[in-house]
């Protein structure tokens, strides 16, 4: 089977109109809107305020990783990955489902994907469908990993669940060396890209829990614009340089 190639790099600048000028300005670019050529608008700070702040229907696509509101101290206790790194941080916000509820709230019906919603299943507003990424590497070391699949919930009302086969935990990074395990729950590009080509149609995506920035290293990857919030300036710089690597041709 032929893999989809990826775009090549937009040449062209992806703009965005003054009507989000109210949003803050690009950890980047310093500007509002964003002036980075990629469409990339990474903001620094708490998406609860930000949020309000983008007119309604302007999203496309919500495409996000929330705190799962486990406290989960397992995070400081992950294995290392091909590098012999570890990710060593809890995340902000993991102390309870607050942040989950109050997302669900503000997204009402933009379509969405959101991870980690099998942790908070009785705040999901109604059925919708589930994305299954199978991220098994070989049963000895899935034994060692904990869970070999995460979910992600969808709020369509119609068509079918996916499953998504991406390799991904302890030694086996499914970005390779192309990135580092820079957080605790990192995402692998190759995941969320699947993810959005599904979502064709969507050309502004919104993720108000950016973590490393992997939505929207995905999205730039795609060619879509992108709005990424995250509260940790740490990670705010880790996205930063991940958006400025060169893209691989697989
Ligand atoms: C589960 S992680 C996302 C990981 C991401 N998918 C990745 O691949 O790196 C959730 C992120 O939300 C951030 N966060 C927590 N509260 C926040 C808030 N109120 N506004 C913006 N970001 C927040 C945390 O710092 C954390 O990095
Ligand atoms: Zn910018």
Avoid at 118 to 124: E, H, Q, R, V
Avoid at 125 to 149: Q, Y
Wanted: glycine letters at 8%; aromatic letters at 8%.
């Amino acid at each position: 089977m032929n893999t989809p190639s990826k775009q090549p790099l937009e040449t062209q600048a992806l703009t965005w109109s003054d009507e989000l000028s109210a949003l803050p300005a690009c950890y980047r670019c310093h500007a509002s809107p964003c002036r980075c050529r990629d469409g990339i608008w990474l903001i620094h700070g708490d998406c609860r305020p930000v949020l309000p702040k983008i007119p309604a229907g302007v999203i496309q696509l919500v495409l996000t990783d929330p705190p799962y509101g486990i406290n989960q101290d397992g995070f400081r206790k992950s294995l290392p990955d091909s590098e012999g790194e570890t990710c060593v941080a809890s995340i902000v916000g993991d102390e309870s489902d607050a942040l989950a509820e109050w997302l669900l709230v503000w997204i009402r019906e933009t379509p969405a994907v959101i991870f980690g919603a099998a942790n908070w299943p009785t705040l999901l507003p109604h059925k919708g469908r589930w994305i299954c990424w199978d991220k098994r590497c070989n049963e000895r070391a899935d034994k060692m990993l904990g869970s070999a699949f995460e979910l992600a919930w969808e709020n369509r009302h119609s068509g079918f669940g996916m499953m998504v086969r991406v390799q991904h935990g302890g030694v086996v990074n499914a970005d390779h060396k192309r990135f580092g395990r820079a957080h605790p729950t990192q995402k692998p590009v190759q995941l969320f890209e699947r993810i959005l080509r599904r979502y064709s149609d969507a050309d502004l995506i919104l993720d108000p829990f950016a973590g490393s920035g992997t939505t929207g290293r995905a999205c730039k990857d795609l060619g879509r614009r992108c709005i990424m919030v995250e509260i940790e300036e740490k990670y705010c710089e880790i996205s930063a340089r991940r958006l400025e690597q060169q893209v691989l041709f697989t």
